[in-house]
């Protein structure tokens, strides 16, 4: 066998590594025998010299062979899980989850907490008073079996691989490589078990992915690597210019979750997440009018009764944050761009999310966008109002906030929100 510096100049140089090499290192840096620094070096080559479908294949299976794989075979019928790369208001999971199951999906969710700038599904559904997201396996298949939806933090006994490598990317500027998000996210989603997969891949100021060839990329990537662990994958290639729908905040898109499923809201955020039900209707061989099932409330009843199930109390209502202040135009026109990246650090400079991982969040912070993109605004309306823990807090984040807002003078249309979808076939652009 070759030595880790072998292996490590043999990526270097533009080779491509054998299953065996790949296997080789990963189990070395986890058993403590390969340094961080041969890793770290091992990582910036990959994020130079990429990585063949190949060898993305095989990183990722000895990623899932690190550590458990749920056994969901006690839940009848085609499992589906849902997984978005991650944005500003993006509260899908929170919408589409309870209406598949509404339509008679199973739905076995494990979530992640807020990454950087990016809202997490876990600690949005911690904002309401009560809830678990930790359960054990037997819970949690339980609630799938009685509820059609469980959405639960992944056990650290899965893909351990993935939180260390995750760790060392984090401090060596190599998260930004293709392969390695593909393979960290597919990874987790494999050792999770459920049968298929639909994925969120998007792009733009507030995404991972800056545009939309690279988000087209990243979706391919991860089909590829769902339909070679045997799992039925669909990825839909979104647009995250803008914060999805109109609230940024735990406790404030829970309540926007609430009201979606009550067929109220946001017709972009409705827009998406009707199509994500029928991507995962469709992978489940369920056929249901989802519009239908939308309209009847019956998914706001399974959000409802799940939120039940993991002791949650929403009788007792979302926290509320003491100081509430509109951020006002200075300006008459028309509202062309809200930038996703602004509102999400002064989000994350509110507490809606973490700086580091063991940060508390705020669950009652947040914004409340009252001009989305297309909007006519006078001088005077509010753009945004602020839901803060003090005043000192939106004097702290107003000016970036109120400069996120980019106003024209002309009438502005609403860009496509839904630009492809992936499968195993190849990729079909438009919405
Ligand atoms: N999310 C993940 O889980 N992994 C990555 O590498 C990037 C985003």
Known sequence: MKTPLEVIGRKRDGHEHTPEEIQFLLAGYLRGEIPEYQMAAWLMAVCIRGMTAAETLALTDAMVASGEVLDLSAIEGVKVDKHSTGGVGDKVTLVAGPLAAACGVKVPKLSGRALAHTGGTLDKLESVPGVTVDLEPERFIQQVRDVGLAVAAQSPRMVPADKLLYALRDVTATVPSIPLIASSVMS???????DAIVLD???????FMPDVASAEELASEMVTLGEGAKRRTVALVTAMDNPLGRTVGNALE??????????EGDEELLEVCLRITREMCALAHVTADVEKVLRSGAGREIFERMLAAQGGHLEQGLPVAPVQVAIKADANGYVEAVDALEVGLAALELGAGRVRKEDKVDPAAG??????????VRRGDALVTVHARSQELVDRVATGLGGAWRLSEREVRKPPHILARVDKNGVTRGG
């Open 201 to 207: 891949v998007k792009f733009g100021r507030g995404a």
């Open 188 to 194: 987790k989603k494999i050792a999770a078990g459920a």
């Open 367 to 376: 914004f409340v966008i009252e001009a989305p993109v297309g909007a006519r």
């Open 254 to 263: 829970v309540q926007e979750a609430l009201d979606a499923l009550a067929g």
